[in-house]
């Protein structure tokens, strides 16, 4: 399909993109995600995002994210993994003429209860630009995938980012400090500490005492608690997934997804970067594709 718009919609953002032509014409982004509507319908939200793009013709729109949740404007089923990834086309939700949502993906084991929305579009993407068979996608709540080709067998999160965030804006670990600074130094000790520790929980009081001791600066605490989560994390999901030296495509931003890389290379792996908007679109463009046959 040449023509359309994808839309990725978040807890707390979305971005939107009107695609003409194959090319991306106009790119749109707000911060009235699915927590944010602050009252005003969905609908409305997407009407104003759309605005103009849909004036003169019937465009299709194909939605990911959080916008399909139980919290969102419709919600979408979740697809139990595994699930070839080739399938979200065919169990896209109408939500109203010529505007779909992209289904989640669910594992229930006993041993593992997740749902992931919206990363689900960007692992197609992704398996399309040659990701590998282990891919980690970065951000508040981060997801470990594991992938068997075109099919997502397994997947795990992790709640660093939304840790490192509550650490230090609502407990004592970040009480009372200045503004923060970059300190790579700071981090790459962080990592140094967690991947090292079998638990970190004894680890995260010692982040508020070293610089009450004068032991750290107190403007480098923000990057020691990234690293120390950041580490921890990449430890536990290596022994967790028995990937010692396996290949690993870290799907994000930039700068977030360079911390991983760092991390993942001070346990031995390997690991490349792919960009999250561009495995999201290629994801999205070849969902779009599915409608037009």
């Known amino acids: 399909m040449s023509h359309y718009i994808a839309i990725d919609w978040g807890s707390t953002n ?53 916008i399909g949740s139980n919290a969102g404007w419709v919600e979408a089923a979740y697809l139990p993994c595994p699930v070839a990834l080739d399938q979200l086309g065919s ?16 594992v229930n084991r006993p041993d593992n209860h997740n749902v992931m929305r919206g990363e689900e579009t960007q692992l197609r993407g992704a398996v399309a630009l040659g990701a590998t068979s282990l891919c980690v996608m970065p951000g508040t709540h981060a997801k470990w995938v594991q992938l068997d080709g075109q099919t997502v067998a397994d997947f795990r999160t992790v709640m660093t980012g939304e840790l490192h965030h509550l650490l230090l804006k609502q407990s004592l670990v970040g009480a009372g400090l200045p503004e923060q600074q970059a300190d790579a130094q700071a981090f790459r000790d962080g990592v140094e500490i967690g991947s090292q520790d079998v638990s970190i929980l004894s680890r995260l009081f010692e982040v ?55 991390a993942l290379h001070h346990v031995g792996m390997q690991a490349t970067f792919l960009e999250g908007d561009s495995a999201f679109q290629h994801g999205i463009r070849s969902i779009a594709d599915e409608l037009a046959n």
């Open 14 to 66: 979305l971005r939107a993109w009107h695609i003409r032509d194959g090319k991306c014409v106009d790119e749109r982004r707000s911060e009235r995600g699915v927590t944010r509507w602050s009252g005003t319908s969905p609908e409305a939200v997407f009407n104003d995002i759309t605005a103009h793009w849909l004036a003169d013709e019937a465009v299709p729109v194909v939605m990911a994210g959080m």
């Open 91 to 106: 169990r896209l939700m109408p939500v109203k003429e010529n505007v779909w949502i992209v289904p989640g993906l669910s």
């Open 208 to 262: 508020r005492a070293s610089h009450v001791l004068g032991a750290r600066a107190k403007s480098s605490i923000s990057d020691f608690l990234s690293g120390l989560l950041i580490g921890h994390e990449v430890a536990l999901m290596q022994r967790t997934l028995e990937a010692r030296r396996e290949a690993v495509t870290v799907i994000g931003g930039s700068q977030l997804a360079e911390r991983y890389i760092n």
